[in-house]
């Protein structure tokens, strides 16, 4: 079984430019989660999508957000991109997003805002 | 979301030795897990506690769920090359999201 996929894998955007990065879970997966992760804050929660809404958010500025298609897979867009907006930004999916369930990550894509 | 404390931050080690990391955190966690992520890699799922004081291993690897419900620490045995990488704890409360801590960055040399 494929695991989770992550497009593009590498980014390089310049400030106020925005960037849109996909997410396609594992075959049969509904939920999909996606998470920041820099080398200050760590790995932090951003949103999880289930059956196309957005059911859980993080604690992120409204320049971010997602999207979730009928075949379970998502898009996060972040609008008026900042410096610090660079990270790389994990995907994670699993069959119903509910707790005690494992969360299975994708590679990341790294994006460099300049 | 809730920050776990980590330690320790990096461990530089000898092939052969045993490793003990922790995780503490001030609220209390319903599900504690721990990852490994390597270079250029999501993390990786490598052991779920859903009890307090559950006991879990995953061949040299071993962690435990704290009585408290607010710690968590992970041993790896007999240690390899392959071990290196970056190890991560997690936390899941009443919400889905998970809580990380900030990474034990391992090193083995041969």
């Known amino acids: 079984k494929a695991g989770v996929t992550q497009t593009p894998r590498y980014l390089i955007k310049t400030r106020g430019q925005q960037v849109t990065l996909s997410c396609s879970p594992i075959s049969g997966h509904r939920s999909v989660s996606w998470y920041q992760q820099t080398p200050g804050q760590g790995l932090q929660f951003l949103f999880e999508y289930f059956s196309e809404t957005q059911r859980n958010k993080g604690n992120f500025p409204g320049r971010f957000s997602g999207r979730q298609f009928s075949n379970s897979r998502s898009e996060m867009n972040v609008s008026t991109l900042e410096l610090g907006d660079s990270a790389l930004y994990l995907c994670?999916?699993?069959?119903?997003?509910?707790?005690?369930?494992?969360?299975?990550f994708g590679p990341g894509t790294r994006l460099l805002v300049l | 979301g809730q920050q776990l404390n980590q330690s320790p931050q990096s461990m530089f080690i000898q092939e052969g030795e045993d490793v003990s990391m922790n995780c503490t955190s001030s609220?209390?966690?319903?599900?504690w897990l721990w990852y490994k992520q390597d270079p250029g890699e999501g993390p990786v799922l490598l052991i779920a506690?859903?009890?307090?004081?559950e006991l879990t291993s995953n061949g040299r690897l071993t962690a435990q769920f704290g009585i408290t419900r607010k710690d968590s620490f992970l041993n790896i045995s007999a240690s390899i090359p392959s071990d290196v990488g970056i190890y991560f704890c997690a936390g899941q409360g009443s919400g889905y999201a998970l809580n990380f801590g900030k990474g034990t960055s391992l090193l083995v040399t041969p």
């Open positions: 994670a999916s699993s069959f119903w997003g509910t707790e005690q369930e494992t969360q299975y």
């Open positions: 609220s209390i966690f319903n599900t």
């Open positions: 506690l859903y009890k307090a004081g």
